[in-house]
Nanobody
Framework: VQLVESGGDLVQPGGSLRLSCVGSGFTFSWYNMNWYRQAPGQERELVASITSGEGSTYYSASVKGRFTISRDNGKNTVTLQMNNLKFEDTAVYYC?????????WGQGTQVTVSS
């Protein structure tokens, strides 16, 4: 059972990035999926979530209106589209889910917003 993120990069303020997370070893469509981020010296924070089934979404106040979470159950993939990136979005971004009561994390992907 694993999650693998990709898509992190260096981008200028105002730019866009698309992060992807591919799950394997479990029935992807059964699980709510989350994106977290952790900036240097800061706590890991929840950025966005998407439920199984209807695909209802949640966004933190800091990214609402700029980020969009989506999922493709046929490809076992959850995606985070990030637009209008700001310096403060710089962080390692992690894909996450609850699997059998425990947190499962990907390895993380670095997003750096810099001019």
């Amino acid at each position: 059972v694993q999650l693998v993120e990709s898509g992190g990069d260096l981008v200028q303020p105002g730019g866009s990035l698309r992060l992807s997370c591919v799950g394997s070893g479990f029935t992807f469509s059964w699980y709510n999926m989350n994106w977290y981020r952790q900036a240097p010296g800061q706590e890991r924070e929840l950025v966005a979530s998407i439920t199984s089934g209807e695909g209802s979404t949640y966004y933190s106040a800091s990214v609402k209106g700029r980020f969009t979470i989506s999922r493709d159950n046929g490809k076992n993939t959850v995606t985070l589209q990030m637009n209008n990136l700001k310096f403060e979005d710089t962080a390692v971004y992690y894909c996450n889910m609850k699997y059998k009561g425990s947190n499962l994390w990907g390895q993380g992907t670095q997003v750096t917003v810099s001019s």
